[in-house]
């Protein structure tokens, strides 16, 4: 299982990001795919989730409204839009499936600063 996140970067206050992460190794379009980030001196949390099939999608109350997590079986690609970006999104942002133990991508640093 191979899992590479990018997009991240540098952006200012109100501003947006999309995030990629590009899966193998697995057979993508049957599992459920997940974000999730870790700020500077916090542990990781959870930040959305998605079904196989898109047919469900959830997401922290922090980030409810802001971002969502389309995914592209065909380019085996899940995706984090995100918009109206605050200071708090500040944090290394990983990719994640389940899939008899927890996968992890490498993280993507974004960061939210005027």
């Known amino acids: 299982v191979q899992l590479v996140e990018s997009g991240g970067g540098l952006v200012k206050p109100g501003g947006s990001l999309r995030l990629s992460c590009s899966a193998s190794?697995?057979?993508?379009?049957?599992?459920?795919m997940s974000w999730y980030r870790r700020a500077p001196g916090k542990e990781r949390e959870w930040v959305a989730s998605i079904s196989s099939f898109s047919d469900g999608t959830n997401y922290a109350a922090s980030v409810k409204g802001r971002f969502t997590i389309p995914r592209d079986n065909g380019k085996h690609t899940v995706y984090l839009q995100m918009n109206s970006l605050e200071p708090e999104d500040t944090a290394v942002y990983y990719c994640?499936?389940?899939?008899?133990?927890?996968?992890w991508g490498q993280g993507t640093q974004v960061t939210v600063s005027s």
């Open positions: 190794g697995f057979t993508f379009s049957t599992y459920p």
């Open positions: 994640n499936v389940f899939r008899t133990t927890d996968y």
